[in-house]
């Protein structure tokens, strides 16, 4: 390990070990699975935090030889133990990505499409492609570059073989060939009235989806059936989300549906949904007539909606009243 770290230090990467893990040195051959909580910190006095693992309640999970986009780490973790915990201090080179790495890992602890916002391009060209991440702190840091400190602690150490896959580190072979299996799980979990569990499971098949899909040209026959098997699993992701009363969530993935398919009466129907549950009454109004236009036979359902709406309405209004009342009253 001593000429492992020798050899970090010459290419610009400063371990300093914090407390000492247990066990032998993992092998770490391709397909072993490391497990680690880390903090990003800014070089200087101050130190100031980027990233906290911690703080989003799940650690970083890596497989090695995966070619993650940030080499440094799988570097480093070669030289830790289960339980050590240790500082990397990386000159520039090595983590010239890391605002693109830090989007990505942002947005699935905030449940949204890791993808979100890239171009059909490579890496480096979306970072010379100067439009904002969605972070203030990491546009800075694309902008100008500078040296990081990772304060990483590994939890565990897995052995090709003796884990479940998780979907990003699949082959495109795997993925294609997990997305039916996992999309059945979902199906069972909601079945259960798991709903967050069965909505983590739509959203891992999506993600397999996304991926693949960010390697064919938009709008390309394989694209196209590629977005076609993402609808449906998006629309399940969405009832999820429903009854989980997260209606921002479900209006941006259904509105983003009926930009492509207007005719998607699912998409119409959770929509209008969503729309009724945060009083855009208007809205949720001309969703549903949208539905029975599509498909008369869905009177009933969307009738008893209305019906709910409408009730929700009076009740509000009666509220309003007595509040409105109390307030000229004083």
């Avoid at 407390?19 to 130190?47: I, V």
């Avoid at 915990?85 to 890992?105: G, Q």
């Amino acid at each position: 390990m001593a000429q492992q770290v020798e050899q970090l230090r010459a290419d610009g990467v400063y371990k300093e070990v914090l407390r000492e893990g247990t066990g032998p040195l993992p092998d770490f051959r391709d397909g072993t699975k490391a497990t680690f909580h880390y903090r990003t910190l800014r070089c200087g006095d101050e130190e100031a935090p980027l990233d906290d693992s911690r703080t989003r309640g799940k650690p970083m999970e890596l497989i090695v030889g995966k070619k993650f986009k940030l080499p440094v780490w799988e570097a480093a973790l070669r030289t830790m133990r289960p339980g050590e915990r240790a500082r990397f201090r990386c000159d520039t080179k090595h983590v010239v990505l890391y605002p693109l790495v830090s989007k990505s890992l942002r947005n699935i602890a905030a449940g949204k499409d890791p993808l979100e916002g890239q171009r059909h391009c490579c890496s480096i060209a979306q970072l010379h492609d100067h439009c904002s991440l969605g972070y203030p702190d990491l546009d800075e840091l694309q902008k100008n570059p500078q040296p990081l400190i990772f304060d990483i602690e590994v939890l565990k150490v897995e052995a090709p073989g003796s884990y479940q896959q998780d979907p990003w580190a699949m082959t495109d072979e795997e993925k294609l060939q997990a997305v039916p299996l996992i999309h059945k799980e979902g199906n069972e979990l909601y079945r259960q009235g798991k709903v967050q569990e069965a909505a983590a499971k739509y959203y891992d098949a999506i993600a397999c989806l996304k991926n693949l899909q960010m390697k064919e040209q938009p709008g390309s026959p394989d694209w196209i059936e590629l977005d076609q098997k993402i609808t449906p699993l998006l629309l399940n992701y969405c009832q999820c989300k429903l009854q989980c009363e997260e209606y921002y969530e479900v209006l941006d993935h259904c509105s983003s549906i009926l930009n492509k398919y207007e005719d998607n009466v699912k998409a119409y129907f959770k929509r209008g949904k969503a729309h009724a549950a945060v009083w855009n009454v208007a809205e949720a109004q001309a969703d549903f007539a949208k539905v029975l236009a599509l498909d008369p036979s869905l009177r009933p359902v969307v009738s008893k909606e209305l019906r709910s709406l409408e009730a929700r309405l009076r009740e509000k209004d009666a509220e309003d009243k007595v509040r409105f009342k109390g307030m000229f009253s004083q």
